[in-house]
């Protein structure tokens, strides 16, 4: 077996993320031994390799930022490239750095991985301080000629919270907090807590009537592999009209694909309202940073804010600010991020979390396993047996959970199932246990709680669970 020193010249070297604790992993997935059980590879469930073949064995504050373990040499080149643009800060135009300039005029942050921390998953800022990696959407009634939601005239499509000079921030978000009691049937009880959200100190002009949605950075391992599922593997679990009478009626989002002009299946986002990958990157790099390409070429501040304002008369990278070769390997970077192996797969109470993770419904939406087909250009994803633990189809989560906003073909109820593989190490990589679209839920008994609509059954089924199995199942969801 090829163990971590493999990677010393290439990764370490190149990334910096090497640490002595590490010395004794394998972050190859194996085919002989699991490098921690020791045990033939035949007695270890298929869904401890949740990458299948790309499956990394790293349980620090690194999991969610290794190269996928098969990687080729052409592909770790623009792994590692990707990497330096993916957390390097842009800048302001003009600049010595030509490649890294164009921020602005109006921006969230100033790289990705400000918002994606160790490429995991963001949190909403506690009361008082600013937000980093929770953004606020916006938009007003209806739709735009492509079915997108229609941007608000003044503000856009994002709530900016930063800005260059010469410009100001449009305002700052502002959230509170009301308890909300939950009660298990053997007589316990929990606190959630509903985030009541604020626009302050609007810098352009009342705002009026606006649909609000506020989204956390979600972790971006594994990005590759689910772009990989074939899309009639997804279209085949949909079941819009709920024609099987399970109470699970799962369905795709339409979406504009930018540069086809045409509608296809959304796949990433809180509401599946991106295509693939390439435009997912371009559109942070437009909505967040403020940086333009060819695939969005147009800056993010409106046509009132130029008008009133001057916003276009401020500096800027140039036509493109984001070129090809960057949004390519940008992309590259993020299809050939690794998940990270199951731990913890042999233990009793784990073993029994997952038949219950099953009995209750969970697996019903996040469908424990897919297979990936041959049609990405990055040849190390093709031919998996992956377990993310989703369907990447849209669900009424419930009132509770509803931000009232549509996107494309997702109501204002609905979500996309999110994959759960890697959320039992996102304490160690991210320092949190935030979870769900906005991050309200302070760990994974919460995160349940809060399901509702079709996830309601799940919800009752748990809390009718006594504190065992309680334990157990969310024993489970730590281990992936």
Not at 47 to 66: C, I, L, Q, Y
């Amino acid at each position: 077996m090829k163990k971590l020193l493999f990677g010393l010249s290439a990764i370490a070297l190149l990334l910096g993320t090497h640490t002595q604790a590490e010395e004794t992993v394998d972050i190859h997935a194996p085919r002989g031994v699991h490098p921690v059980s020791g045990k033939s590879i035949d007695a270890v469930p298929a869904s401890v390799f949740a990458g299948g073949d790309t499956t990394v064995f790293a349980e620090n504050n690194k999991a969610f930022s290794r190269p996928l373990a098969n990687i080729s040499t052409l592909s770790r080149r623009e792994h590692v490239v990707g990497n330096s643009f993916f957390n390097k800060n842009w800048v302001m135009a003009p600049s010595s750095t030509s490649s890294r300039d164009g921020l602005g005029p109006m921006f969230n942050a100033r790289s990705c991985s400000a918002c994606h921390m160790q490429d995991g998953r963001g949190c909403p800022p506690e009361e008082g301080e600013e937000a980093l990696s929770l953004i606020m959407r916006l938009s007003v009634a209806g739709a735009d000629p492509h079915g997108a939601p229609l941007p608000h005239s003044i503000y856009g499509g994002q709530l900016s919270e930063r800005a260059i000079p010469g410009a100001s921030p449009e305002g700052q978000l502002r959230i509170t907090h009301e308890e909300v009691i939950a009660l298990f049937g053997d007589g316990e009880s929990t606190t959630l807590r509903k985030p009541i959200y604020e626009i302050a100190g609007l810098a352009y002009g009342e705002i009026g009537d606006v649909l609000t949605s506020p989204r956390v950075a979600p972790a971006v391992h594994g990005m590759g592999l689910l772009e990989a599922i074939p899309q009639a593997t997804l279209l085949a679990k949909a079941d819009p009209d709920d024609a099987d009478g399970d109470g699970i009626s799962g369905r795709a989002n339409l979406v504009y694909d930018v540069e086809s002009g045409k509608k296809v299946m959304g796949r990433f986002g809180w509401k599946a309202n991106q295509p693939d990958m390439r435009q997912q990157v371009a559109a942070a790099f437009c909505n967040d940073i403020g940086i333009t390409s060819s695939v969005f070429p147009n800056e993010n501040n409106t046509a009132i804010q130029n008008e009133r304002f001057g916003l276009d008369k401020l500096p800027n990278g140039g036509e493109f600010e984001l070129d090809e070769k960057v949004l390519s390997r940008t992309t590259s970077y993020l299809q050939t991020i690794a998940p990270p192996a199951r731990r913890d797969w042999d233990k009793p109470e784990v073993l029994r979390g997952e038949t219950i993770f099953s009995k209750i419904g969970c697996a019903e939406c996040h469908t424990p396993s897919h297979q990936t087909d041959d049609s990405s250009p990055i040849k190390e994803l093709h031919g998996q047996t992956i377990f993310a633990y989703t369907d990447l189809l849209l669900h009424d989560m419930g009132d509770a959970l509803a931000d009232g906003r549509p996107d494309f073909e997702a109501t204002g109820n609905e979500w996309r199932t999110p994959p759960l593989w890697g959320i039992g190490l996102q304490k160690v990589v991210n320092g949190h246990t935030c979870f769900l679209h906005d991050g309200r839920a302070r760990n994974l008994n919460e995160a349940i709680l809060w399901h509702g609509g079709e996830g309601q059954a799940s919800t009752d089924a748990y809390k009718e669970l006594n504190r065992d199995d309680r334990a157990a199942l969310l024993a489970f969801l730590n281990s992936l």
